[in-house]
C-alpha cells in the first residue's frame, strides 16, 4: 500500500515547507516538492493544500485502566487511545505499576496484557517502582534491555507510592549504571497529608481543600531534593506533570547549573486554575496532582516551554467519571480520586493557547508534543520526525477549522470535559498510525490490537540537556 499526501505544509521542529511525503507501507519512503507532477504513483493521495502534515504527537504521560483509590482510570487501552488518536495522538507512553511486595515484572506483564491486542495506536511503558530492594533494582537492567528503560518514582503517596530519599538515590545510583532515567513525582507528600488533614478538620471538606493543601512550595522543595540527589548519583532526572513556578525555578537553576534536569507540564497547568476547584463538589472534576494552581503560573509555565527549561508537554491522562467515581470523595475531598481526562485534547489546546495565542511558533509546537518526547525517551527519529525511514506516523491537521470541547462530542471514555464549552482553532482531519488510515473526518477506521509495543532504548541525555 503506497500513499501519498500532496500539497501540504510539512511542519516539524525545525521548519516548514511545501512539500509531498509518499508513504510506502507502514514508513516514509520519499519526502519532496512536486513527487506528483514527478510521476509518483500511489494507491491513494490525500490532498492536503492549505493543511499542516506532522508528525504523529506522542503523549508521554498516561494512566489507562490504573488503579486508585479504590476505582480504576476507566479508558482502556482500547478506548484511549482511540480517543489519544481522534485528537492526532499516534503513540501514549503508558505507566506500567509494580505492586508493592511484587516484582517489576509481574506489573509489566499485567499493562502488557491490558494493552496487547487492544490499543489502537502504538504504545510503551514507564515503570512505577513501589519498593527499591536488592532484586527490584536488579530488574531494573533486565527492563532497561527489554526496552523499557524509564522508572518512576515518587515523593509523594504516603504508604502507596513514597519512595525515601535512600530508596530513591539508590535507584538513581542503579541508572547510572544500566543508562535508564529515573522520572520523578515531586511533592512533599508527608508534609501534604498533615496539611490535608488540618485543613479538613477546621472544617473545609470540598474539593478546594485539596488545593490549597498541596502547596506550590511542597512541589519546589520536593523537585529541588530530587534534582540534587540526581546531581550526586550523576544521572539525568526528569520532573513529571510540573504545576508551579517554584517547582520550574528548581529546574531552571539547575538547568543554569549544568545539571541533566527535565520537565514536563501538562495543559491542565496552561489552560486551568485553582478557580476551577471552587463552586462545591463540582470542583471534583478538577482533582489532580499536583493541584491546579493560581493563574499567575501560567505566564511563567509557557516562558518555560518558550525556553526550554521545560522540554514537552503530556496529559497526565487519568480520567474518573464524575458520577460514581469522583464523588467517592463528596464530603471528604481527601477521598476524591485524582486525574483529569486530557489525552484527547492536548494538541489542539496547545495550538489554540499556543500557536494560536502567539506564543510558540509551530515548530516548537510540534516539538513539545511530538519530537522532545520521541528523543527524551528513545524513540527518535522512528517516531517523532517526518524523515526516510521513520513510521508513517502522519496527522493532516487543518490549522484553521475551530471546533468547541465537549463530554457530548470527545472520544474519551468519561462523563465530562474539563475544558466543556472552550472553543478552540485546530483539529486533526487525518490520522495515520504506520502507514494506516485510522481517523479520518471524524471517522474511526482503524481498529483494535494495530497498537504495537514500542521497544525504547535510552535516550543521550548529556546530549540532550
Ligand atoms: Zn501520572
Given at each position: 500500500m503506497r500513499t501519498l499526501i500532496s500539497n501540504g505544509t510539512i511542519v516539524t521542529a525545525e521548519g516548514r515547507s511545501v512539500a509531498d511525503v509518499l508513504i510506502d507501507g507502514e514508513a516514509i519512503a520519499t519526502i519532496g516538492a512536486g513527487l506528483a507532477e514527478a510521476g509518483v504513483t500511489a494507491d491513494e493521495t490525500i490532498d492536503a493544500t492549505g493543511k499542516f502534515v506532522i508528525p504523529g504527537a506522542i503523549d508521554a504521560h498516561t494512566h489507562m485502566e490504573l488503579p486508585f483509590g479504590g476505582t480504576f482510570?476507566?479508558?482502556t487501552f482500547e478506548s484511549g487511545t482511540r480517543a489519544a488518536a481522534f485528537g492526532g495522538t499516534t503513540t501514549i507512553l503508558d505507566f506500567a505499576v509494580q505492586s508493592r511486595g511484587a516484582s517489576l515484572r509481574e506489573g509489566l506483564d499485567t499493562w502488557m496484557a491490558k494493552a496487547e491486542g487492544n490499543a489502537v495506536a502504538d504504545f510503551g511503558f514507564h515503570m512505577i517502582m513501589s519498593d527499591v530492594n536488592d532484586d527490584t533494582l536488579r530488574e531494573m537492567d533486565t527492563l532497561v534491555s527489554e526496552g523499557v528503560p524509564d522508572f518512576k518514582l515518587f515523593t509523594a503517596y504516603p504508604g502507596v507510592f513514597l519512595s525515601d530519599d535512600g530508596a530513591i538515590f539508590r535507584a538513581m545510583q542503579q541508572t547510572a549504571k544500566n543508562g535508564g532515567l529515573i522520572m520523578m513525582h515531586a511533592e512533599n507528600g508527608l508534609a501534604i497529608d498533615i496539611v490535608a488533614n488540618q485543613t479538613f478538620e477546621a472544617g473545609t471538606t470540598e474539593p478546594m481543600g485539596h488545593g490549597l493543601a498541596r502547596k506550590a512550595v511542597f512541589e519546589g522543595e520536593a523537585t529541588n531534593r530530587v534534582i540534587r540527589l540526581a546531581e550526586a548519583a550523576g544521572v539525568p532526572v526528569y520532573i513529571v506533570h510540573l504545576s508551579s513556578k517554584e517547582a520550574l525555578a528548581e529546574v531552571r537553576a539547575a538547568r543554569d547549573r549544568g545539571s541533566m534536569a527535565f520537565a514536563e507540564t501538562c495543559p491542565q497547568y496552561l489552560f486551568l486554575s485553582?478557580?476551577?476547584?471552587?463552586n462545591g463538589f463540582e470542583g471534583a472534576k478538577f482533582v489532580c496532582s499536583p493541584p491546579l494552581r493560581p493563574k499567575d503560573h501560567w505566564d511563567e509555565l509557557w516562558t518555560g516551554l518558550v525556553k526550554d527549561d521545560l522540554q514537552l508537554v503530556a496529559t497526565d491522562h487519568c480520567p474518573f467519571d464524575f458520577h460514581g467515581q469522583k464523588e467517592l470523595g463528596r464530603g471528604d475531598f481527601r477521598k476524591v480520586p485524582n486525574g483529569l481526562p486530557g489525552v484527547e485534547d492536548r494538541v489542539d489546546l496547545l495550538h489554540d493557547g499556543g500557536v494560536v495565542g502567539g506564543r510558540i511558533t509551530p515548530e516548537r509546537w510540534v516539538e513539545i508534543i511530538s519530537t522532545a518526547p520521541a528523543k527524551l525517551f528513545g524513540m527518535y527519529p522512528r517516531k517523532g520526525s517526518l524523515t526516510v525511514?521513520?513510521?508513517?506516523?502522519i496527522v493532516i491537521y487543518d490549522p484553521n477549522r475551530r471546533h468547541t470541547i465537549s463530554a457530548a462530542t470527545?472520544?474519551?471514555?468519561?462523563?465530562?470535559?474539563?475544558?466543556?464549552?472552550r472553543s478552540v482553532q485546530g483539529g486533526s482531519d487525518i490520522v495515520l498510525s504506520r502507514g494506516t488510515v485510522i481517523v479520518r473526518n471524524g471517522e474511526f477506521t482503524g481498529r483494535k490490537g494495530h497498537g504495537r509495543f514500542i521497544k525504547r532504548a535510552p535516550a543521550d541525555y548529556v546530549r540532550l540537556s
Open positions: 482510570a476507566k479508558d485553582l478557580d476551577d476547584l471552587g525511514g521513520a513510521d508513517a506516523d470527545h472520544h474519551m471514555d468519561v462523563d465530562y470535559s474539563c475544558y466543556e464549552g
